[in-house]
């Protein structure tokens, strides 16, 4: 059975990073696109950025140019590296893999950007 561990959440000032993790464990295809999606308070899920297998990139418009999504070379683990952060980034953060029929999410890990 795969599993989902986020980290890295937290409180940051604007302008301030964090970064993301979210590691898979288990018996993991081969092929696979995990990414990250957000829900604020009162709004729906939306995606952040995702990443497939073969390391092609998709990324929302809201965070272009300040977030990115990286993996590391074992396709375990992905991260998402945030930059010059705003007040509304803040929301629920959740990782989530998809690999064949499987479509499983992670706990979800809050960030909070504040003064």
């Known amino acids: 059975q795969v599993q989902l561990a986020e980290s890295g959440g937290g409180l940051v000032q604007p302008g301030g990073s964090l970064r993301l993790s979210c590691a898979a464990s288990g018996r993991l295809n081969s092929v696979w696109t995990m990414g990250w999606y957000r829900q604020a308070v009162g709004k729906q899920r939306e995606l952040v950025a995702t990443i497939r297998s073969d390391g092609s990139t998709n990324y929302a418009d809201s965070v272009k140019g300040r977030f990115t999504i990286s993996r590391d070379n074992a396709r375990i683990t992905v991260y998402l590296q945030m930059n010059s952060l705003k007040p509304e980034d803040t929301a629920v953060y959740y990782c989530?893999?998809?690999?064949?029929?499987?479509?499983?999410w992670g706990k979800g890990t809050l960030v909070t950007v504040s003064s």
């Open positions: 989530n893999r998809r690999a064949g029929a499987m479509d499983l």
